[in-house]
């Protein structure tokens, strides 16, 4: 009776073995999961960065051109104004010389 209770305590040890084997591959897998997991999450949260700078970057890009579009016409605007007041001080210049008797 002692080599019976010899073998089965063997045989429970063996079992007890294998579901140890089982619960380390397990805890394995499970690592190797959130490693890929975490890699995973890690690429997608640097796309998603990636992505965010360049749309900003693109809004910066097209609000500089439209400011430039903009300060463009404005300068245009000036320069027709700058230009349309030298005209009109000079009228008004020739009309006083002319009413003051400087014809030159």
């Known amino acids: 009776m002692a080599d019976n209770e010899t073998g089965s305590s063997s045989g429970a040890g063996?079992?007890?073995?294998?579901?140890?084997?089982?619960?380390?591959?397990?805890?394995?897998?499970?690592?190797?999961?959130?490693?890929?997991?975490?890699?995973?999450?890690?690429?997608?949260?640097?796309?998603?960065?990636?992505?965010?700078?360049?749309?900003?970057?693109?809004?910066?890009?097209?609000?500089?051109?439209?400011?430039?579009?903009?300060l463009g016409m404005y300068m245009r605007k000036k320069k027709i104004l700058s230009q349309n007041l030298k005209s009109l001080f000079l009228d008004a210049w020739n009309v006083w010389k002319t009413k003051r008797g400087f014809n030159i």
């Open 14 to 70: 063996s079992g007890l073995v294998d579901k140890m084997t089982v619960i380390a591959e397990t805890v394995q897998e499970l690592q190797k999961g959130q490693q890929s997991l975490q890699s995973m999450v890690e690429s997608k949260f640097d796309k998603l960065k990636n992505e965010f700078l360049a749309n900003i970057d693109n809004k910066f890009k097209a609000m500089r051109s439209d400011i430039d579009l903009k």
